[in-house]
């Protein structure tokens, strides 16, 4: 199994930037894609950035621009930056995994973190 911990969230001024990132541990080797997602209230999980295995990235219209995600595969860990921040950027933020599709990789297909909150205030 894999654990993920996100850590970085917190109360920002509007304009201003962010870092959230991600420690990965356990079976990391069975680590392919990794994302950062946001959910509000009330409101289901959206992706945010991807960043493949072999390191292409994409993001969500509503952070292109303003967002960059970046993954340290030695380290394990996965990165977030956010710049002119907005009060709509306000929500809980998860860092994910997902399973490779290989034989010894086992248990649940989705990784999850517990989510750190950002909140963007005016």
């Known amino acids: 199994q894999v654990q993920l911990v996100e850590s970085g969230g917190g109360l920002v001024q509007v304009g201003g930037s962010l870092r959230l990132s991600c420690a990965a541990s356990?079976?990391?080797?069975?680590?392919?894609?990794m994302s950062w997602y946001r959910q509000g209230q009330g409101r289901g999980r959206v992706l945010v950035a991807t960043v493949s295995g072999s390191g292409n990235k994409d993001y969500a219209d509503s952070v292109k621009g303003r967002a960059t995600i970046s993954r340290d595969f030695a380290e394990n860990t996965l990165s977030l930056q956010i710049e002119s921040l907005k009060p709509e950027d306000t929500d809980v933020y998860y860092c994910?995994?997902?399973?490779?599709?290989?034989?010894?990789?086992?248990?649940?297909?989705?990784?999850w973190g517990k989510g750190t909150l950002v909140t963007v205030s005016s």
């Open positions: 356990g079976n990391t080797g069975c680590m392919g894609d």
């Open positions: 994910h995994g997902k399973k490779k599709t290989i034989w010894w990789c086992t248990g649940e297909d989705d990784y």
